[in-house]
Each structure stands twice: as structure tokens, then as C-alpha cells.
């Protein structure tokens, strides 16, 4: 394992990390959180993607005069900005349902709206 | 000028009128706006459907061409989905004034229109886009919009079903995104044609395999692949009925779609199945699925739970199709998907109009059901059937597909699995009829459901007796797009 590959652990480490947050609390708003930490791994992968060693932004200057420009792969970015959108988007319904349950449970624990559902089979 | 653009348009109108609905606060007109999108989009699909299944139509969104724009394409596979897709939401959303509305507070209703249409829209984009991240993107917009769908349920634990659908549905798109941008980097393009081209050359890659394995992981989460089927039982029991059969006929069948498209057109046959041996860990989760489903199917005292359970079985016999990887198998599995769209869609609406009537879902508490509601009873025996596989019943074409798909392969013992988890389903299917037919109702007066909530049940329920009888428009839809598939790769 090189360590110019990094990024990659990291992103996988945040993935990880999301994921565990999610599975182990019993908090819906922290399982929130854990989503979003897991969505921003892959975000950060595809952000280091595009990254060319070397380049700058990819904006061609005015003074090029067709020189060559080395510049970064923008696509990448501009596919997570979309996603970023799509996480936003998700946070918000998610958290808008946590707002609903804890109306109607009067709580956000899962262990404690489990606990109900069964009283109420009886 | 439509002629040209249909594939635009298809996608685009919904679109547009879903946020036109939000404004829409007259709830005659939210509604019939609704149902005249839904129809109009049927429209589309059947006029694309009759030239794609011969001839695929290439589509540039914004008349960017494929490398740099977004390329739409419609072959007899994607055609045959938008059919299922549009045609259930043209047939579900006519369907009664009552099951849809009862759950959503008056005057929302134009809220649950929109949602419909969004998650309808991304649905078909799914179907159509040659774009990998397109797919992500309408994957979401679909999502989101379901999961709102399903917290409009009326229960409280619609809201709870709907938060942990939203968490494994979320997990589920942001492996696939991770196995998308895999591809990316392993070829330089996000154009599904393009990718199909290239990936051969990085086949070896350990990377390709984690970007299939990510993608397929994906994709099965949102099928409810056994054993991720956890999120499904209870979105599919607590969502309003008219959610729950618009989403048990088209949510899952477009997850098919993709791990399809994945493994058959981007990877290639001969990388999964001859390299990777995928079907070795497919076949037995489909067995399982098949035998666990059913089985439990067979225990439940709900009706709508009963129904969930029986799709994470039907799920089980698509995934067997398509770990087959042949022409039979793998027509067997897509065919299964619009025979199952149409028998799940139909039994779901039965269930919404008994709730409507009897409110509850309860078999225990539906003894004699035949003779208060005749008609809707008989709806349950017919589309049982049909999920049987009973001859001259659509359910009974995609079974006998299976089979052959087994045989081809030399698999004796799964095609004879087949057979044996059809018994388990005439035991879910007769337990209910038993009770609906051979019990004394301790009122006999007539509670048949009204009549905007039986012709869309019948609609539905007769359609699996002329896909049973009449199929170029299912199983020969499905075999063109089976040996399309095999064919590129």
C-alpha cells in the first residue's frame, strides 16, 4: 500500500465511520449524521478524483494565447455538486421524518419506538 | 416535433407538472392533471415502444451529442419498463377517491400528486438514461420521492418504515455512486455505450471488481435482494394502498434494471458469470428469497404484509432469471418483472379497496368477504392465481420460462425448487381465499367497493389473464430485450 493512494483510505475510513454511526445508535438524528458523514466519503472520493498533480483550476486565462493549460478534471466536481444537492435533499426529508415520529412517539430513540409498536401489538 | 422528442418529453412532463401541482390547491383539478400526465406518458411509451423494440432509439438531451451530453436510449428492455411503470401510475392513480386521500390530511392532496409524479418521473428516467450518473440521479429523485409517499401512510409506523426505507435506500444509492465513480475513473467516461467499449481493456483491475461489487450491492439493497430486504415489509404495510401498489409494481422492478443493465451491458456475461462466477452467490439468495419469502408470506395475519413478503419471494425468482444467463432464463426474469408489476399492482389494489370497505387489513377479521364484497373477493382468487402460476395466467408464463432457463442450464434441481415454492404460494394465496369464501360473515349486507376502485382492481387482475393468454406485449417484449442484452456482451 503506496501512500500516494492516501485519499483513498481516507475516504474509505470516513465510509466506515458513516456507516458504523448508522448501524450503532439508536438516535435518529445521529444515525442522520452517520448517513451524512458515509455520503461525504464518496464525496470526497470524487473530489480527489479530479484532482490532476500539477494543475491549477480549470479556468483557461486570458494571457493563454493557446498556450497548453494543465488544469484539474472539473467533471468530477460537477457531478458532486449534484450529489451534494441529493444529500441536502435527503438530510431534510430525513430530519423532517424525525420531526413527524418524535410528534407522534414522543421520542427519537429507535430502541424506544420499537419498544412502543410492540406495546401497541400487545 | 413530439414525434422526435418523445424521450425527452416522457421525462420531462411530469416533471414540470409536479411543481405546477404543488400550486394546484383545487383538488378536482390537482387530481385530473395528474391522471392526464400519467396517461400522456403511457401514450409516449406505447408509440416508443412499437419502434424500439426493433430498432433501439439514441436520443441527445439538448442536442449535446453522446460523449459530452446526456444520451437517452429506449430498446426493448427500457421500453418494456416505461410501459410498467407509466402504465401501473395511469391505472393507480384513477383508482377511487378513497385509499390514496384517506391517509393525507384534506387539502394535501395536491402534495401527494406531485410526489407521485416525481417519483413516477424518476422511475422512467432510470429506465431511459445511457448515462451512468443520470441513473444515479433519477435513483434518488425516485427514492425521495417514495419515501415521502410512504410517510403519507396513515398509521404512525408509516413515518418510522419510511425513515429506515430512506436509510437503507440512501446506503443502497451511495454504493452505487461510489461503484459509478469507480467506473469513471477506471474509463474516462460516464456514457453506458462508451463504458461497455472500454471496460474490457481495465477488466483485470481489482478496481472493476469493487465498482460491480459496489453497483450490484447497490442495486440489491433497493431490490430488496434477500437478505436486504429488511426496509421492505414494513413500507410496503404501512404506505397508503395505492403507494404500496404503484410502488410493489414498478419501486423494485427498476432495480432490477439496473443491476441488469450493470452486469449484462456495462460488465459483460463472460466477466461476471464466466470470471467472477457471480451465480454463485446469486442462486442462493434467490432460493433462499424464494422459500423464506413465501414461508413467511404463509405466518402473517395482515394482508398487506402478506403481500410484501410474497414480493421478496417474486424478487427471488427475477434474480434466479437472471443468474441464469441465458436467453430462457434471462426472459423468464424480465418477463416475471411486468407479469409480477401487474398480479402485485392488482392484489395490492384488491387489499386497498377491502381496507376502504371493511377498515382493516386483518385476515382474521375478513371471514365470508365473498359475500359482502363479491367482486373484490373474486380479484383476490383471480390475481392469487396468477401469483401461483397457474395456467393461461401471466404468472404462470414467466414460470414456465424459469424452468426452461433451468433445464438449458442443466440446473434439475433448481427448476424442480421452482416448482416446489409455487406450492408455498398456493398455500399464502388459499389461506386467504378459504377465509374469504368458506366463512360465515357475521354481516351479510353488501359492501362491494365502488366503482372507481373496481375497475382499476379488474383492469389490473384481467391484465394477468391476457398476459396469460396474449403475450407479445410481455414475454415477447421481454425475450427481444433478453437476447439484446446477451448479445452485447
Partial sequence: ?122 | MIQSNMPALIIVTPMLVAPILVFVRHRIVARVLAIATAWWCFYLAVSMAGVAQDTPIAYDMGGWEAPLGIAYTVDAFSSLLLLIVSGIASVVLPFGPGSALLAIPEGKNNLFYASFLMCMAGLMGIAITGDLFNVFVFLEISSLASYTLIAMGKSRRALMAAFSYLVMGTIGGTFTLLGIGMVYQLTGTLNMADIAQRLPDVIDSPATRVALALIVVGGSIKLAVFPLHQWLPNAYTYAPSAVSAFLAATGTKVSYYVIVRGIFTLFGVSFVFGTLHLERLLVPLALLAMFVGSTAAIFQTDLKRLLAYSSIAQIGYMVLGLAMANQAGLTGGIVHLANHAVIKGGLFLVVACITYRMHTSKIDELGGLAQRMPLTAAAWLVGGLGMIGVPTTAGFISKWYLVMGAIDRGWYGIAFAILLSSLLAVVYVWRVVEVFYFREASDKSNLEAPADMLVPTWFLIAMTIVFGLYTPWSAGLASKAAALLLAAS
Fill in chain 1, 1 to 122: 500500500m503506496s501512500l500516494d493512494q492516501w485519499h483513498h483510505i481516507g475516504s474509505i475510513a470516513l465510509l466506515c465511520t458513516g456507516l458504523y454511526i448508522v448501524i450503532s445508535r439508536d438516535n435518529l438524528v445521529k444515525k442522520m449524521m452517520g448517513l451524512n458523514i458515509f455520503q461525504v466519503a464518496v464525496i470526497f472520493f470524487y473530489v480527489t478524483m479530479g484532482k490532476v498533480t500539477g494543475g491549477t483550476a480549470p479556468i483557461i486565462p486570458a494571457d493563454a494565447h493557446g498556450h497548453e493549460v494543465l488544469y484539474s478534471n472539473p467533471i468530477p466536481h460537477v457531478l458532486m455538486l449534484t450529489a451534494i444537492v441529493v444529500g441536502v435533499a435527503t438530510t431534510a426529508l430525513g430530519l423532517s421524518l424525525i420531526v413527524r415520529i418524535q410528534e407522534a412517539y414522543g421520542t427519537a430513540e429507535e430502541d424506544e419506538i420499537v419498544r412502543l409498536d410492540l406495546e401497541e401489538i400487545g
